[in-house]
């Protein structure tokens, strides 16, 4: 692989069921985030990890929850889906985190929370 | 608080230049993004600005200015291919980003 990977690619869940969605990169960067999409907004981010062994919220955490055990992997879990997470999530990463250095995207994956 | 401007939607016509606007007000400052967005896909990295004035690159150019809060991303010699969303993200004292909503360009034959 090469890049960024996301899995899945899209999910129907129903709501109070509880989700893990994966990702993965290859790029050996230190940094990773987790961000969702809604129409019309912009991107927001839900947590981050700056490193392995750490991670932080950012500015819609609630509901979420992250680990950081490796570099390569960053999943995100949503404890007990509800209908307002709904979106679009994307996983991103970056080389050095904490810095301004250029993010790189995931293709994505479509999350709906009946 | 920390907000991003930018217009919903523009349309111009292929071969044509355009320009998309961005304000941004974010606590401190450590420079602006731009990525493209096409339907369905991942944002990708276009240019960074940190210092005030123009950034070329091919047929796109990116310009910063630090004390008005403003940026904008020109493009040239307009393609089909361009049509995407376009999406600029200040990053705040915290190194994070703050993004704008994006502007969906329409490109017409």
């Known amino acids: 692989i090469a890049g960024i990977t996301q899995a899945p690619t899209s999910q129907i869940l129903a709501a109070g069921r509880r989700m893990t969605l994966r990702c993965t990169q290859d790029?050996?960067?230190?940094?990773m985030y987790w961000y969702r999409q809604d129409l019309g907004l912009g991107l927001r981010l839900i947590h981050y990890?700056?490193?392995?062994?750490?991670?932080g919220k950012g500015e819609v955490p609630d509901g979420y929850s992250v680990s950081r055990a490796n570099t390569d992997d960053f999943p995100l879990t949503l404890a007990s889906a509800v209908p307002s997470q709904t979106s679009v999530y994307f996983c991103?990463?970056?080389?050095?985190?904490?810095?301004?250095?250029?993010?790189?995207f995931g293709p994505g994956t479509r999350l709906t929370v009946l | 608080g920390q907000n991003i401007d930018q217009p919903t939607e523009m349309t111009a016509t292929e071969g044509a230049i355009v320009q998309i606007n961005c304000t941004y007000q974010?606590?401190?400052?450590?420079?602006l993004f731009w990525y493209q967005q096409h339907a369905g896909e991942a944002p990708t990295f276009l240019s960074y600005?940190?210092l005030d004035g123009l950034e070329e690159k091919g047929r796109f150019s990116s310009f910063l200015s630090r004390s008005k809060g403003y940026s904008y991303l020109l493009l040239k010699e307009l393609q089909m291919k361009d049509s995407a969303s376009y999406l600029c993200?200040?990053?705040?004292?915290?190194?994070?980003?703050?993004w704008g909503a994006g502007t969906k360009l329409i490109i017409k034959p």
């Open positions: 993200a200040a990053q705040d004292s915290n190194y994070q980003l703050i």
């Open positions: 974010t606590s401190g400052f450590n420079g």
């Open positions: 790029m050996r960067h230190n940094a």
């Open positions: 991103a990463s970056s080389p050095a985190g904490g810095g301004t250095d250029t993010q790189y």
């Open positions: 600005n940190v």
């Open positions: 990890s700056n490193t392995a062994g750490t991670t």
